[in-house]
């Protein structure tokens, strides 16, 4: 009989650890089990109707067949209309590309450009998928930490440390999965000093949170704070979190053509153009009323608030209050080497996380998968009544530790 193995390839990667979590917790759920959990990344609102409304007409209007690759010129230009509208930047169609989703936009730009040796620098805390995407692709991911004292950003001078002959990539996000860290302008004018003394270093900036930001917070992307590393900067977005679209599957990006042209070249021998209904309804979403993004961000803030406070109050845990995003990544080093009342000794934020779904039923995601220990993150993309229960129930578990 065959025996189907791995290629060398996939036995790099790792399964995703928060999709991981979302397992388990709904295996215990199976069990009968109360459980809340705080893993998913996905904002808990509906997609709004008009943006609705737009894919139902584009699909009587018979817009069902294949589209160019990458993207409809309708969304090309709606993008376009965007960055400049929002970010200050110019681009043509030409130097756009939509994807299904904001992940394959990020796989497939490492795909079309790093060879085996390539190194990518990969702030931590980062997000989940990107170590994983660079492996995939036959390149080295290189952490670089930024630590809470410092809003968990990466500082210029771990910057310069971390780029060697080798660094094809540095990869922004802000505000970041999972620390909710904003860069502001300057912070960012830092970061390009260095990078403008390193010509040969790309910048792929994932702006795909773009939209949920607090306290008033300015929005700043490097292209536009940084002209200078335009020609080397692709720029990623999508409507995924911002327009509560995680389902529809459209993400985009915009950068340099010749990348562009490179994308589009395995997107054409790989997944071929994203639904083209769900392109009919990115371009609504884009062009439509935004009025309700500051509205819903404002509700994010309230339950950031509840969850910052609640969890300060929790013996052991510091969390410190991000500006953006939906998550919150608090230190538990306060609970290390504590006993649970199961007798375990808690020696790792993984086995904190694991006590503290068996104990108190709620799934929250440890720092180690995210590259910076020990920490977890909670995603407050649910109601502030789960909010305020998941949160007591992390309190009792803290004060039960001895
Ligand atoms: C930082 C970051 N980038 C990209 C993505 C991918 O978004 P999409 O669902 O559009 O693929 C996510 C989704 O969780 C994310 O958190």
């Known amino acids: 009989m065959a025996v189907f193995s791995e290629s060398d390839t996939l036995k790099r990667v790792k399964p995703s650890p928060t999709l991981a979590v979302s397992a388990k917790a709904r295996e215990l759920t199976r069990q009968g089990k109360k459980v809340i959990s705080l893993s998913a990344g996905e904002p808990d ?63 497939n730009a490492m795909m079309a450009s790093l060879n085996p040796g390539d190194e990518v620098i990969v702030p931590a805390p980062y997000w989940v998928s990107y170590p994983d995407m660079v492996l995939l692709a036959g390149g080295t991911p290189v952490f670089a930490i930024g630590e809470m004292e410092t809003g ?38 830092g970061l390009g000093e260095v990078l403008k003394r390193h010509p040969h270093v790309w910048i792929l900036t994932d702006d795909m949170y773009e939209h949920i930001l607090f306290d008033g ?56 153009n994203p639904c083209s209904i769900a392109q009919w309804a990115a371009v609504e979403a884009l062009n439509g009323p935004q009025d309700f993004i500051p509205q819903r961000s404002a509700i994010f803030q309230k339950r950031r608030d509840l969850v910052v406070a609640m969890l300060n109050g929790a013996k052991g845990i510091h969390c410190p209050t991000p500006e953006g995003a939906f998550y919150v990544y608090p230190s538990v080093a306060g609970c290390i080497g504590k006993q649970a009342p199961s007798g375990k000794i808690i020696t790792s934020d993984e086995e904190f996380a694991g006590e503290l779904l068996q104990q108190e039923e709620v799934a929250v995601v440890h720092g180690a998968a995210f590259g910076l220990s020990p920490f977890f993150r909670i995603s407050y993309a649910t109601s502030e009544i789960v909010l305020t229960e998941a949160c007591s129930r992390i ?8």
Do not use: H
């Open 152 to 189: 968990f950003k990466l500082k210029p001078e771990t910057l310069e440390a971390a780029i060697t002959p080798k660094t094809k990539w540095l990869i922004l996000n802000s505000p970041s999965n999972p620390s909710g860290a904003v860069y502001t302008a300057d912070e960012l004018r």
């Open 217 to 272: 917070m300015t929005y700043a992307t490097i292209a536009q704070v940084v002209p200078e590393l335009y020609e080397r900067t692709l720029t990623m977005n999508g409507v995924s979190k911002a327009y509560s679209m995680t389902g529809w599957r459209i993400g985009y990006c915009a950068g340099p053509e010749p990348l562009i042209k490179a994308m589009s070249k395995i997107i054409s021998q790989s997944t071929s």
């Open 45 to 107: 609102f509906d997609t709004p109707e008009n943006i609705c409304d737009a894919a139902i007409k584009a699909i009587k209007r018979g817009e069902t067949r294949y589209t160019d690759v990458d993207g409809i010129p309708e969304l090309k230009s709606a993008i376009v209309d965007k960055f400049k509208r929002e970010n200050g930047l110019e681009y043509k169609t030409t130097q756009v590309s939509v994807s299904p989703g904001g992940k394959p936009v990020i796989y």
């Open 395 to 402: 309190q009792r578990f803290c004060a039960s530790l001895k």
